[in-house]
């Protein structure tokens, strides 16, 4: 019997998640498409990845869980290929597993547990990713994820602390937290702890933790605990990646963000000031319904404004009863062209970013066979043979393209 397959799309929450599902599986033949509906694009993607799977597996089981099987399960039901459906609190339940229903989606709005089934096992990632918060309390007007994922809750901070100690031990150098608003950690708990408190309590309580990374942060809710710690600890990576999604004031106001252009650059500025290294990374959305030339151009700026060097761009596209679809829309070509621009403008950046790093010395993370990782401050770095999960000591020599080619720095005989 062929052994169960996840394929995850998406965010790294997702990531998370599959790694529970795998060990949920079992010895079943079963192929599980963990779906993504962030945009028109990642719905397509998914229908994509069911036709590929049954084509290269037709005698498994297919199930189809995740956000797009969230928002839209009688669509995915009615695929040909899928066998069943899950949602996305039903994909971490072992009952929804072994119950017989073809379609098991709960309304996720109504869901109010706190903490999810932690995964066992992340032995193919050297990099584990620890889900401690999902859902959203807030409503963009250009995103249906709230609909996938529910309102916000949160892992209390102990199972948190036992399941990355478990991981330490377990041999992973690197741990990543992950959720669907990061930074509203902790508002359902009591005491209402924030996410800098985690982190600290993280890094206390798992001394033989070497690296922490977060995932993307809403700026608005980075307060002085979290900025020092982002700024200060040599433990937490020096990359930070932002929640902007637009540089101009009128379509943050209509996207319903709660922070202004201005305070973006200045959280950019204020953040490499305090520690020089850090890479900021970002989203950002092209050709949003109202978006003239001159608000694109102010997105467009934003690159450079903030020293963006990990960007995720994506071309507007209207999500079915979210309220952006019902305004205005630019010409799709338009968007198209404009999301190209920005792409071209990010790449830009990135190249001279990379071409900075040339001569310096970094502590990479090898991820992947062939000599593969990242740097602390996430830059793609390949260096000589050495042991996947081990953390290299290396000078970066030359840039590859966007990989940076480094070798081992000699150890002092003791």
Not at 27 to 32: A, G, N, Q, S, Y
Not at 85 to 93: D, F, I
Not at 159 to 188: F, K, M, N, P, Q
Not at 211 to 235: C, H, K, N
């Amino acid at each position: 019997m062929s052994s169960p397959h996840v394929i995850s799309l998406g965010c790294r929450l997702n990531l998370a998640e599959s790694e529970t599902i795998r060990t949920l599986l079992g010895e079943r033949d079963t192929i599980v498409i963990n779906s993504c509906a962030v945009t028109n694009e990642a719905v397509k993607q998914t229908r994509q990845a069911i036709r590929r799977a049954r084509r290269e597996r037709p005698s498994a089981q297919l199930v189809v869980t995740g956000c797009a099987a969230q928002i839209d399960p009688q669509g995915f039901a009615a695929m040909p290929e899928v066998d069943r459906v899950l949602g996305n609190a039903e994909k971490l339940s072992p009952a929804a597993w072994a119950a017989p229903e073809r379609v098991q989606v709960q309304d996720i709005l109504a869901v109010r547990d706190t903490a999810p089934h932690l995964a066992a096992s992340f032995a193919a990632h050297a990099r584990a990713f620890v889900e401690v918060q999902n859902g959203c309390d807030h409503r963009c007007t250009f995103c249906a994820i709230p609909y996938g994922r529910g309102n916000s809750r949160s892992v209390p901070a102990g199972a948190v602390i036992e399941r990355i100690a478990g991981l330490v031990d377990a041999g992973h150098a690197e741990v990543v937290l992950t959720g669907v608003d990061l930074t509203s950690y902790g508002a359902d708990l009591p005491g209402t702890p924030h996410l800098g408190q985690l982190v600290e309590r993280i890094l206390r309580h798992v001394p033989g933790l070497k690296r922490l990374r977060l995932s993307s942060l809403d700026g608005v809710e980075i307060d002085d605990r979290l900025f020092a710690l982002l700024t200060q600890e040599p433990r937490v990576m020096p990359h930070v990646h932002l929640s902007l999604q637009a540089g101009d004031d009128m379509i943050l106001k209509r996207m319903k963000r709660r922070h202004s252009r201005a305070e973006s650059v200045a959280l950019a500025r204020r953040l490499k000031a305090a520690r020089p290294d850090i890479a900021i990374g970002a989203d950002l959305i092209a050709g949003f319904p109202t978006e003239t030339e001159a608000m694109f151009a102010n997105t467009l700026a934003l690159i450079a404004d903030c020293d963006l060097v990990h960007t995720h761009i994506f071309p507007f596209s209207p999500r079915s009863g979210t309220p952006a679809a019902k305004m205005p829309q630019v010409e799709p070509e338009i968007v198209k062209a404009r999301a190209r621009l920005l792409r071209e403008r990010a790449a830009e950046q990135r190249t001279a970013w990379l071409a900075r790093q040339l001569g310096s010395t970094q502590q990479i993370l090898v991820e992947r066979p062939g000599d593969r990782g990242h740097a602390g401050n996430f830059a793609h770095v390949r260096l000589p043979v050495a042991p996947v999960g081990t953390i290299a000591d290396v000078r970066i020599e030359r840039l590859e393209g966007e990989t940076l080619i480094a070798t081992p720095i000699p150890q002092a005989s003791a």
